[in-house]
C-alpha cells in the first residue's frame, strides 16, 4: 500500500501537471494515455503504463498476462512504481507493487515522426532496481530518439526456476520480451519506428540485452545492441543448478530441512510464501560472484520459454542474428566489491576457493584448491590479498564478473560471422573521481559509462548543474557517440578518430577516456589466463531435472 505521503506527493505532482503543464495523449493499444512536459527538458514523459501484468497468488513465477484497458485517458504521472525487491538506498520513496510491470516513455518535442527508439534494460544484479534508476532525457532532448525503460521482476519473483509448470523460470526475462512486443505494437503512436529499436542495458541489464540476443522468443524485436559493464555468460548471468541454487535460497529464508529435501514441498512453500520473506535473503555480497537468482535454462512444460540451451552452446551453433553492437566496460569495474575488501582481505588469504566463479566445476577439493592458489598467484603474485596489492583485488574482480566473459563472447561473435561489433573501454576519470582506497590510483568504476550517458544513475547523487565543464562536455561527446550508433549502426563522434569493429584479441577497442585513442589487444594476457581456466573446468547451465522423487540434501 502506498505511503500517505507518496500518495499526497502524487495528487500534488497531479495537479500541477493538469493546471500548468504542456499535456499530450496518445492512444495505445489499449487505450489513451496522457503524457506530461518535462520541467526543464524539452521532453515529454509518460511514467508508469502497464504493459504486462504480473500474475499473482500460486502462480506468480509463471509467464506475464496481458495488460488491462481503459476507455478514458490513463493518467500517466506515476514515476515511483517498482517490483518487490530488497530493501535498498535504491528504492526510497518507491512504491512496492506486486502488479509493477510498467514503461516509461521519454519522448521529444518534435514533429518528426519515425523515430530510432532505444529500450533500457535496468541493472542490479537482477535482484534490484528499476526502470527510472537512471533517466534518458538528455538523450532525448537532442530530439533524435525516443527512449523507453521499465520495469521487470527481480530475485525469486522473477527467476525462482523449479522446471514445474507453475514455477518454470524465467518470469522476469519474458517481462523483458512483453515489453519488446508492447514496444513493437505501440511505439509508432508516439512517434518511434517499431522496426529500428536498440536494446540496451548495464550490469546485469546488459547480461539481460545479450541473452534477449540469442534467445529465439526475442528474435525479430530489436536491431541494435548496446550491453554496458556485463555479459550473458558472466558468473552472474545464469543459473548453472536453479534447484540447487532454489535450496540455497530458501536456507537463507531459514526453511525448515524437510522442504528442503522434497521438491513438491519446497514450490509449495516458494508459492505460499508473502513478497516480504521472498525478498529478504541477503544474497548481494556472494564470494563466488552470482547472486543465486538469474536467468535460467528452462526444462521444457509445454509453454514457451525464454532461454533453451546453455547460452555458450546457442553462441557456439550462431544460430541467431549479427546485429550491430556496441560493446565493453569500464577499466576497474571491479570497484564495485571495495566497500567490502576489509571484510574479504582476510578470508581470501585464508579460502580463496570459496572466491572462484560459480561457473567453474572440480573433480574434488584438491584440484579445486591446486586452481585457486594458481590464480591467486597469478594475480596476487607471492603478495598476500592486502592493502598493498588493493589494485589487484580490483583487477580479479573487473576480469571474472565482467571483462574477460564479455571479450570470450566477442570471441563466438566473430566466429558466427558478426563483423559489426564495436568494442570500448572506458577510463575517463576528473577531479571528482575518488581514489581507490590505499593508492593513489583512480579508475573507472562499474558502469561509470552508464552514469555519463545517462542523466546520472541514482547511485551517484549528482546533479549535471554540479559537475566541472570538462565533465558537461564529456558528456555530451559520449552522448553524441550513443546517438550516432542508435541511429547509424557505428559509434561516431567528432571528437573520436575513425572506430574499426573488432577483427580478433579484442583488437581494435577504442578507449573512451581523455585521449580517445583506438587501441590493439584489450586485456590480452589476463584473459588469455582465464581462457585456460574456462576450457578446462567450465561448468555448463544445466535445466532443472524432471521431479520424480524427493531430491536429497546435503546441509
Known amino acids: 500500500m502506498r505511503s500517505l505521503a507518496v500518495v499526497g506527493y502524487l ?16 492512444v495505445t493499444a489499449q487505450g489513451p494515455v496522457r503524457g506530461y512536459k518535462d520541467p526543464i527538458d524539452d521532453v515529454f514523459a509518460y511514467f508508469g503504463i502497464p504493459y504486462a501484468k504480473a500474475p499473482t497468488g500460486s502462480q506468480k513465477f509463471k509467464a506475464p ?6 476507455q478514458e ?42 523515430l530510432p527508439v532505444v529500450v533500457y534494460v535496468h541493472g542490479g544484479g537482477y535482484i534490484i532496481g528499476y526502470g527510472n534508476m537512471g533517466t534518458p532525457k538528455k538523450l532525448v532532448n537532442r530530439k533524435k ?12 519473483h522473477g527467476f525462482l526456476c523449479l522446471g514445474t509448470e507453475d514455477v518454470p523460470g524465467n518470469a522476469g526475462m519474458k517481462d523483458q520480451v512483453a515489453l519488446l512486443r508492447w514496444v513493437r505494437a505501440n511505439i509508432e503512436s508516439f512517434g518511434g519506428n517499431p522496426h529500428d529499436v536498440t536494446i540496451a542495458g548495464y550490469s546485469a541489464g546488459a547480461s539481460a540485452v545479450g541473452l534477449l540476443m540469442v534467445s529465439k522468443m526475442a528474435k525479430g524485436l530489436f536491431n541494435k545492441v548496446i550491453p554496458e559493464s556485463g555479459d550473458l555468460i558472466a558468473p552472474f548471468s545464469v543459473q548453472v543448478n536453479p534447484i540447487h541454487n532454489a535450496r540455497e535460497y530458501a536456507k537463507l529464508l531459514e526453511v525448515d530441512k524437510v522442504l528442503l529435501d522434497d521438491i513438491s514441498k519446497l514450490e509449495s512453500f516458494y508459492k505460499r510464501s508473502p513478497y516480504e520473506l521472498l525478498q529478504s535473503g541477503n544474497v548481494i555480497h556472494r564470494s563466488e560472484s552470482n547472486f543465486l537468482m538469474a536467468p535460467c535454462v528452462e526444462r521444457d512444460v ?18 541467431f542474428e549479427n546485429l550491430p553492437i556496441l560493446y565493453g ?15 574479504w582481505k582476510d578470508r581470501m588469504n585464508a579460502n580463496f576457493e570459496e572466491f572462484l566463479p560459480a561457473d567453474l566445476e572440480f573433480t574434488n ?58 568494442l570500448y573501454e572506458y577510463s575517463y576519470v576528473d577531479d571528482s573521481t575518488p581514489v581507490v582506497p590505499y593508492t593513489e590510483v583512480k579508475g573507472a568504476n562499474h558502469c561509470a559509462q552508464s552514469v555519463v550517458v545517462s542523466d546520472g544513475l541514482n547511485f551517484t547523487h549528482r546533479d549535471e548543474s554540479d559537475i566541472s565543464n570538462e565533465l558537461k562536455q564529456w558528456k555530451i561527446t559520449m552522448r553524441e557517440i550513443w546517438l550516432n550508433f542508435i541511429i547509424k549502426g557505428k559509434p561516431e563522434s567528432s571528437d ?37 581456466i574456462y576450457s578446462k573446468y567450465y561448468q555448463s547451465p544445466v535445466p532443472p531435472a524432471p521431479h520424480l522423487s524427493p531430491i536429497k540434501t546435503e546441509l
Open 11 to 26: 495528487f500534488l505532482i497531479g495537479n500541477v501537471l493538469s493546471e500548468e503543464t504542456e499535456s499530450r495523449v496518445i
Open 65 to 70: 498476462l496481458p495488460p488491462p484497458s481503459w
Open 73 to 114: 485517458p490513463f493518467d500517466a504521472i506515476d514515476s515511483g512504481v517498482i517490483c518487490p525487491q530488497t530493501d535498498t538506498f535504491f528504492v526510497q520513496n518507491k512504491t512496492n507493487k506486486e502488479d509493477c510491470l510498467i514503461a516509461n516513455v521519454f519522448v521529444p518535442d518534435t514533429d518528426e515522426k519515425n
Open 145 to 156: 530518439i525516443i527512449v523507453v525503460t521499465f520495469n521487470y521482476r527481480l530475485g525469486v
Open 302 to 319: 509445454g509453454e514457451e520459454r525464454f532461454l533453451e540451451e546453455n547460452p555458450i552452446s546457442l553462441l557456439n551453433k550462431g544460430d
Open 329 to 343: 566496460f569500464a577499466d576497474m569495474e571491479g570497484l564495485m566489491r571495495i566497500d567490502i575488501f576489509d571484510q
Open 365 to 422: 577439493k584438491e584440484e579445486k584448491y591446486t586452481v585457486a592458489q594458481s590464480i591467486k598467484k597469478f594475480y596476487f603474485k607471492e603478495k598476500t590479498v592486502s592493502e598493498d596489492t588493493i589494485l589487484d583485488y580490483v583487477n580479479y574482480f573487473t576480469d571474472v564478473m565482467f571483462a574477460c566473459p564479455t571479450l570470450r563472447t566477442i570471441k563466438y561473435l566473430l566466429d558466427a560471422g558478426n563483423n559489426q561489433v564495436y
Open 496 to 532: 573520436i578518430p575513425e572506430w574499426l569493429p573488432v577483427s580478433g584479441d579484442g583488437t581494435p577497442y577504442m578507449v573512451l577516456n581523455q585521449e580517445l585513442k583506438l587501441k590493439e589487444s584489450l586485456l590480452n594476457d589476463r584473459c588469455a589466463f582465464w581462457e585456460k
